[in-house]
C-alpha cells in the first residue's frame, strides 16, 4: 500500500468528508477519491458508505484507520529519531532513489552496508529522478540511483544496470478471458507517471509495440500499477525485474507486442569530491556488485 493513499485515506478518515480532506491536503476532490478506491481495490472491501449526506467508515475502514493511526504514529517517531545526532557523531549517508529502487534494491545492500560499518547512519529517501537529480546538485543528497544517466562537471556517473527491460503485462485471469493481443483494445492501459529517459523509455516500447491505447490509466508508483494489473483492472507496462517473481509463478503473463526489447538503463549519481570518502564507496561497490543479482536471488 502506498504511504500517500494511506495518509489520504486517514484524513478522509478522521473528517468523515472527501471535500475537506482534499482542501487540507491541497488536492482535488477527484483525486482523494481516487486514492480511496485504489485502496479498496487493494484490500477488495469498501472503507466508506454514505447515508444521506453522511459519511462513515464500514467495519474494514474502521480497521483500516486503527493501522493507519499506528503507522503514521511509528513514523513521526521514527522521523523524530533520524533528525537527532548520531550518538557516535557519525555521518549519515542520504541515498536518494524511486520508490521501487528504494522497496526492492536497497533493503538487502543496506544490510550488507551495516555489516561492515555497524555504526553508520544512513537516510533512504524515496523521489522521482529528477528530484534526485536536483538534491544531489543542491549536495541534499550523498547517493542517488537514477533511471538513465547524468552528466555534469563535478558529478560521477556509474551505469549500474542496462539488463533489464520493459514488459508488457496482464493478470492471467485477464489472459484466460481473452487473447492477449486484443487485450490492449478491451481494458485500461495502465502506465507510469514520470519524466526524462524512463518516459521516453515507454514512448519508445509503444511506438515500436503499435500500441494505441483507447483508454489510459497513469499512476506515479510503480507498484500502484503492478497491484493494478494484478487486480485485473488492465494491462501495465513495467519494468520486468519488478514482476519477476510473479511472472515465473505464472500469476501474471507478458504481452509480447514490441519487436525489440526496450532495455532500461540505470545510474548511480554521486558528486565527485564525496568519493574519497571509505564508507562512501563501500556502500558503491556493493551496489555495484548486488544490484543486477538481488531480484535473480529472490526466484
Known amino acids: 500500500m502506498e504511504l500517500r493513499n494511506l495518509k489520504t485515506f486517514r484524513l478522509a478518515a478522521e473528517k468523515l468528508n472527501f471535500t475537506q480532506a482534499a482542501k487540507l491536503l491541497n488536492l482535488s476532490q477527484p483525486a482523494v477519491t481516487a486514492q480511496i478506491r485504489s485502496l479498496e481495490n487493494e484490500i477488495g472491501h469498501p472503507l466508506f458508505f454514505r447515508i444521506g449526506k453522511q459519511t462513515f467508515l464500514t467495519s474494514r475502514g474502521a480497521i483500516m484507520k486503527r493501522y493507519a493511526d499506528r503507522l503514521f504514529t511509528s513514523l513521526d517517531e521514527m522521523r523524530r529519531e533520524l533528525s537527532e545526532p548520531d550518538p557516535s ?57 537514477i533511471s538513465g544517466t547524468y552528466h555534469k562537471n563535478g558529478i560521477t556517473n556509474v551505469v549500474i544496470s542496462e539488463e533489464e527491460d520493459l514488459v508488457l503485462i496482464a493478470s492471467q485471469n485477464l489472459v484466460r478471458k481473452q487473447k492477449p493481443s486484443e ?25 515500436e509495440a503499435g500500441i494505441n491505447p483507447q483508454n489510459v490509466i497513469v499512476s506515479s508508483s510503480l507498484e500502484a500499477v503492478k497491484s493494478a494489473v494484478m487486480n485485473d483492472i488492465g494491462i501495465g507496462l513495467i519494468s520486468r525485474n519488478l514482476v519477476r517473481s510473479e511472472l515465473v509463478a505464472g500469476q501474471l503473463i507478458e504481452i509480447p507486442f514490441n519487436k525489440k526489447p526496450v532495455k532500461i538503463m540505470t545510474s548511480l549519481i554521486i558528486a565527485t569530491h564525496k568519493l574519497s570518502d571509505e564508507r562512501t564507496m563501500r556502500l558503491i561497490r556493493l551496489i555495484e556488485q548486488n544490484w543486477n543479482a538481488i531480484h535473480t536471488d529472490r526466484l
Not at 117 to 141: A, H, K
Open 89 to 145: 557523531g557519525t555521518v549519515r549517508l542520504v541515498i536518494a532513489a524511486s520508490e521501487t529502487f528504494c522497496t526492492h534494491y536497497f533493503p538487502m545492500i543496506i544490510r550488507k552496508y551495516l555489516d561492515h560499518f555497524p555504526g553508520s547512519g544512513i537516510r533512504l529517501v524515496s523521489c522521482d529522478s529528477d528530484q534526485v537529480i536536483t538534491g544531489i546538485d543542491s549536495n541534499e543528497y550523498d547517493i542517488g540511483i
Open 183 to 207: 487485450l490492449v483494445h478491451h481494458f485500461p492501459f495502465i502506465r507510469y507517471e514520470i519524466s526524462g529517459t524512463f518516459h521516453q523509455q515507454m514512448e519508445n516500447y509503444i511506438r
